[in-house]
């Protein structure tokens, strides 16, 4: 996964950097120049996340700064955009709130498309479990992937309470929904055959499809996007379902009565990171440091359950609140982080494998 | 070359073969220039990645594509599930076309109102309207075990026909606008003659009404069929297991593993297999229906195989429908006007299509969650629209971007579809393809080709990018609908409004325009739509800064399901409803 993205603009990126160099001393300015920053957009995810971090964060800081900022959104992963802008040096956003597996596959090559955030030695970037960083990410935020169920639905009988019990159609019977991708199913399945948590990487794929086979005849729909898995639960399509903790308090929000079951949820986590060679690393650094303030944090869930990163952060949120976040002690602990790098590895022959399973 | 005839003094002969030439460069240059610019060049670069591992040049790709059968499978279904689409798509939207064109001016205008109003709805809005009426506890099902017909559920969606019916419904109006600007120009006393010379009504439509609509019904199937091989958003909301359609591989090697190589891979084995589609559509229909050129020589021909079986089954039609007609009572002598059973097979067609639209109206008020019955009332969703600027900027937005893009699409394609039908050259075909190429290309593969060019220009994020971007999409629904009304032109009005001394640009303004005038609008109204309706190029390329309406209801669906969707809905019905309205009493002042 290591080869550039388009090598022609590669080459082309050269001769345009040279013929700048030569035309335009300007570009070798020193780096203290770039303290006039007065304008960095940041991508966000957008929805409820734009207007949340607005109110939380970047208001805010505009005020303590007179740094602008302004959000920017685009599609889930935006690792392709981020490539082309440091490719072309032409930064469109400078900072962003991107997922783990794209810090690597941004990483991971000779080129590092993004900037070391070098704020290890600051208290309130320390204050982040190590779980939630790494060189080129700070942590804001963790999603996760759990088991819903609809009260209705099994009134009077026992409810599922594990992966295990949604894999076993014979003893929780019901129409039921699983994700049409490997990703997490397949780490549904191994949890639910018995594997421990601790042992479900390096998956055993052939033990996770004997799992699928079994369950496919009994599973009624394979759901491919977030706002389908949200409906199938509204209408009562499905009984019982993985899906993100996100879709399925929205479908409670929304007054259909569901139930999460947090018991081995399978969480990752999202991050700012910095487009590298911007000229406004600097004050993106300021806006990381400024939005992990855990006071500031805590007040994301005024607009939904976040999956906050400073545990101290919990101290100012009201009990029956926090215990909706997927960060919440009690939450976390009984999760499995996503591995990253096994799927940055593994993904192309597992999906293949995957979908010629699925067509069937 | 009648249409935009040489200027001045006529030039000399042996200096015309050039000027014909430069002539046709002229008109094709703005549409061949936005192309290769915007299209070709960006997604040239992306292909290239098909062939690169590493730093060398490699054909892994492709041997993993095709030594995987998956792929090839999920070829076929898609296929399939677009030829299906295509053949319903034509044969409920030909009676509907039909009747349009046959309908005095004002009745008219109120069946394309119903037409466009479902065409103006977004897909996705669609998408989970169907969701909505096919659920286990949808509206269909509520209603059949109300009445007693079902007991219990009945599996309406995650199969075959929900995927059909979702798809012919968001295609339909494509059929019908692109057969109606056929039929707008077929010449009605010719059916009248063949009756006066003693044809019944079976038999004048088959061998007289019929042949005269074919290109229409061509032309319609095939853009039907290349915009139904590329959808993915059916397939994945309302398919089962079957139901798998390429576009969502390419999707998913870019969104979910970011394997550019191999998704430009499977997007070349689309493009070849829609370029296979055309060679195949060229041997066995004839390019007759593409390039009127090529029709006269087929009439000329004139005892080949194929024309001479269609004529016997055209014949075999013409007695059989007879024959039905004969078995009912004769009513009331030659009624003018559209006969009955049509009118009623329209019309029930029609609110078909509106239900999912209609739907929305309702769910707009409910108090929590997109589901039916809708629960409470409230009006706090369309408050939020209304108190957000948001909402209000994606709108002016959306419109200002549609309109120059229609605009700019009329322009830049209306002389070449005059160059394709008129003009006298070689290598028309390869035009013709090339023309397509933007329908053909999936738009994923545009969109990321164009966020690296617009990244270097400094288009990301203005309006100007999204304009361009939808231009290219929307230039070919342009061509092929100005192609269809010119094929049918007859260009001897042009040639007799000269002789009576009308110059070229009088002859055009007075004469051409006019006649294919509602070609026209139906061409505006297509680009206009596709460019409202689209998602992908706005999704990358607008950047984030600045939305259009469809990026903005996907930001909304992207976090959760509510009403809120239901209600923008209405309010774009209420807004096309005043638009169209408005356009009808201009009409009529006008007359």
Same mark, same amino acid.
Request: charged fraction near 15%; proline fraction near 6%; hydrophobic fraction near 50%.
């Given at each position: ?63 303590? $700064? ?36 794209? !810090? ?6 000779? $080129? ?5 955030? +070098? ?35 099994? +009134? ?79 209408? +009562? ?23 999460? !079951? ?8 999202? +991050? ?11 004050? %993106? ?35 029956? !609140?926090?215990?909706? %976040? ?29 979908? $010629?399973?699925?067509?069937? | #070359? ?40 960006? @997604? ?131 059929? /019908? ?35 005269? @609509? ?30 798998? #359609? ?11 593993? #970011? ?49 001479? /079986? ?35 097979? /329209? ?89 397509? #190429? ?8 545009? @969109? ?93 390329? @607008? ?49």
């Amino acid at each position: 996964m290591t080869r550039p993205i388009m090598p022609g603009i590669k080459r082309r990126t050269l001769l345009l950097g040279a013929a700048a160099g030569l035309a335009a001393p300007a570009i070798w300015r020193p780096s203290g120049a770039r303290a006039q920053t007065s304008r960095i957009v940041v991508r966000d995810d957008g929805g409820i996340y734009t207007q949340a971090y607005t109110e939380v964060f970047y208001r805010p800081f505009t005020e303590a $700064t007179g740094i602008q900022i302004v959000p920017a959104q685009a599609q889930a992963e935006p690792t392709a955009q981020i490539r082309s802008m440091v490719e072309t040096r032409t930064y469109t956003w400078d900072m962003g709130k991107i997922s783990v597996p794209a !810090v690597l596959q941004l990483t991971s090559g000779d $080129t590092k498309y993004l900037e070391p955030v +070098g704020l290890e030695a600051e208290d309130v970037i320390q204050s982040i479990p190590q779980q939630y960083r790494n060189d080129y990410q700070v942590g804001t935020n963790v999603y996760t992937t759990v088991l819903a169920y609809r009260r209705d639905a099994f +009134g009077g009988r026992e409810a599922p309470a594990s992966w295990a019990d949604l894999m076993n159609p014979e003893q929780f019977p019901g129409r039921r929904a699983l994700r049409r991708h490997p990703y997490d199913t397949l780490e549904q399945a191994l949890m639910a055959d018995g594997v421990a948590p601790g042992d479900v990487y390096p998956l055993d794929i052939d033990r996770a499809f004997s799992v699928l086979d079994r369950v496919q005849p009994a599973t009624d729909i394979w759901w491919t996007s977030g706002a389908q898995a949200e409906q199938l639960l509204i209408s +009562g399509e499905v009984d019982l379902i993985s899906t993100w903790v996100s879709r399925a308090q929205s479908a409670q929000a929304a007054g259909a009565p569901v139930e999460i !079951v947090w018991n081995q949820n399978i969480w990752g986590c999202d +991050g700012w990171s910095i487009l590298a060679g911007t000229p406004n690393a600097d004050a %993106c650094r300021e806006l990381i440091k400024f939005a992990s303030d855990p006071a500031r944090m805590a007040q994301l869930v005024e607009f939904f359950p976040a999956g906050i990163v400073q545990p101290a952060a919990f101290e100012q949120i009201p009990e029956d !609140v926090a215990r909706s %976040c997927p960060t919440y002690p009690e939450n976390i602990a009984t999760g499995l982080q996503i591995d990253a790098a096994y799927w940055l590895e593994q993904a192309d022959p597992v999906i293949e494998r995957f979908n $010629t399973w699925f067509i069937g | #070359m009648a249409a935009i005839p040489a200027t001045a003094r006529p030039p000399a002969a042996t200096r015309r073969p050039m000027s014909r030439r430069s002539k046709q460069l002229l008109m094709a240059a703005p549409m061949v220039l936005l192309l290769v610019t915007f299209l070709v060049y960006p @997604s040239a670069q992306l292909f290239l990645l098909s062939f690169q591992r590493g730093d060398g040049f490699s054909l892994e790709n492709y041997q993993r594509l095709l030594g995987t059968p998956v792929y090839l499978t999920v070829m076929m279904l898609t296929l399939k599930i677009s030829v299906v689409t295509t053949i319903f798509a034509v044969i409920a939207g030909y009676p509907v076309a039909y009747l349009i064109s046959i309908l005095p001016r004002a009745t008219k205008g109120r069946i394309l109102f119903w037409i466009l109003l479902s065409f103006w709805t977004s897909f996705l809005v669609r998408a989970f309207a169907w969701i909505i009426l096919l659920g286990r506890n949808g509206v269909v099902n509520q209603l059949l075990q109300t009445l007693g017909i079902t007991d219990a559920p009945v599996a309406l969606m995650y199969n075959f026909p929900a995927v059909v019916i979702g798809m012919v419904h968001a295609l339909l109006p494509l059929a /019908v606008l692109t057969m109606l600007s056929v039929m707008e120009n077929i010449d009605r006393n010719l059916t009248r003659a063949a009756s006066t010379l003693g044809a019944k009504p079976g038999m004048a439509f088959w061998k007289v009404y019929f042949p005269l @609509s074919f290109p229409g019904v061509t032309s319609g199937a095939l853009m039907v069929f290349v915009t139904a091989i590329g959808f993915f958003i059916f397939p994945a909301l309302l398919g089962g297991r079957r139901e798998t #359609m390429i576009t969502q591989i390419i999707i998913e090697q870019i969104i979910q593993t #970011m394997n550019w190589g191999f998704a430009a891979a499977v997007a070349v084995l689309l493009l070849v297999v829609v370029l296979l589609v055309f060679v195949i559509y060229d041997r066995a229909v004839g390019l007759s229906t593409v390039t009127g050129e090529a029709r006269a020589t087929a009439r000329r021909r004139g005892k080949g195989i194929f024309s001479q /079986v269609g004529d016997a089954i055209l014949t075999g039609l013409g007695h059989g429908s007879d024959a039905i007609i004969g078995l009912f009572p004769r009513r009331r002598q030659a009624r003018e006007g559209a006969p009955r059973p049509l009118t009623a097979f /329209v019309v029930a067609l029609l609110a078909v299509m509106t239900l999912p639209v209609l739907l929305m109206i309702p769910l707009s008020f409910a108090d929590s969650g997109l589901n039916w019955p809708p629960q409470g009332f409230t009006l706090r969703w369309y408050e939020q629209i209304f108190n957000s600027p948001i909402w209000m900027s994606a709108l002016t937005r959306s419109l200002v971007v549609g309109l120059c893009t229609a605009t700019l699409a009329l322009l830049i394609g209306t002389p070449v579809a005059f160059l394709m039908v008129r003009g006298r050259m070689r290598g028309k075909t390869a035009l013709l393809a090339f023309t397509l #190429m933007p329908v053909v290309m999936p738009n994923m593969i545009l @969109s990321v080709g164009l966020f690296y060019l617009y990244a270097r220009i400094g288009l990301v994020g203005t309006n100007l990018g999204l304009i361009i971007g939808h231009t290219v999409i929307a230039v070919p629904y342009v061509v092929l609908t100005v192609m269809s009304v010119l094929r049918n032109y007859d260009s001897r009005l042009d040639l007799a409004a000269q002789s009576l001394g009308a110059t070229p640009w009088v002859t055009l303004r007075l004469v051409t325009l006019p006649i294919i005038g509602a070609g026209m609008i139906s061409a505006f109204l297509f680009a206009f739509t596709i460019s409202f309706d689209e998602l992908t190029i706005a999704l990358f390329t @607008s950047g984030g800064v600045s939305a259009t309406l469809p990026k903005q209801l996907w930001d909304e669906v992207s976090l959760s399901i509510s009403p809120l969707l239901a209600a923008v809905s209405t309010c774009l019905f209420l807004f096309v409803t005043v638009l169209i309205v408005l356009a009808g009493l201009l009409n009529r002042r006008q007359k």
